[in-house]
């Protein structure tokens, strides 16, 4: 799947400061939720066939509140944190890459106005996706769990707290870099 942003896209994540996703990357990161309500689906056939059997209603209570739960995680986790830095576009790309090797992330795609950089946890089994937008005032990072990580990769969805992790760490690097820059 590619990782190229079109300007509306681009434009539309600096508006919002919610990371947006094409259509596509919409179904893949969000293809969990799309099972689980296809799981209720089948649930409520099955009552509807048999509505006697009380373990579907058991299941299907369980079962659709996680679905809508999972979604709010996985939307919650397009929230961009912003950093200012109101300087030029070279300069905050320099302080960005000082960064990405100092952190040892892995670059993925490098664009004029935006970096997709990628960390490996601490199973090197998760991975997660870093979005790096320059805008005029500063920076916009999203870290979100890659949820097609791969042959051998998890499918992490809960892995929030690694994603807050990465936007801490790289705001504190990014701070002492870009004071001995300055």
């Not at 992490?156 to 820059?181: C, M």
Request: glycine share 4%; charged share 20%; aromatic share 12%.
């Amino acid at each position: 799947m590619s990782n190229k942003m079109t300007a509306k896209r681009i434009q539309k994540t600096i508006e919002n400061q919610k990371l947006q996703l094409s259509f596509f990357q919409k179904c893949e990161y969000f293809s969990i939720v799309f099972l689980l309500l296809f799981i209720c689906l089948i649930i409520t056939i099955l009552i509807r066939i048999n509505p006697i059997n009380t373990i579907y209603f058991v299941v299907l209570s369980i079962i659709f509140p996680l679905t809508i739960y999972i979604f709010y995680i996985l939307n919650k986790q397009l929230k961009c944190h912003f950093i200012p830095f109101p300087q030029q576009n070279l300069q905050k790309r320099k302080v960005v890459e000082s960064v990405i090797r100092k952190m040892k992330w892995g670059t993925s795609s490098t664009y004029s106005n935006y970096i997709i950089a990628y960390h490996c946890g601490k199973s090197r089994r998760e991975k997660e996706i870093i979005t790096i937008l320059f805008t005029e005032n500063g920076i916009l990072i999203n870290s979100r769990p890659d949820i097609t990580a791969g042959p051998g990769g998890a499918q992490s969805i809960f892995s929030l707290a690694n994603n807050k992790e990465n936007i801490i760490s790289f705001n504190s690097e990014f701070e002492n870099i870009s004071s001995k820059k300055s």
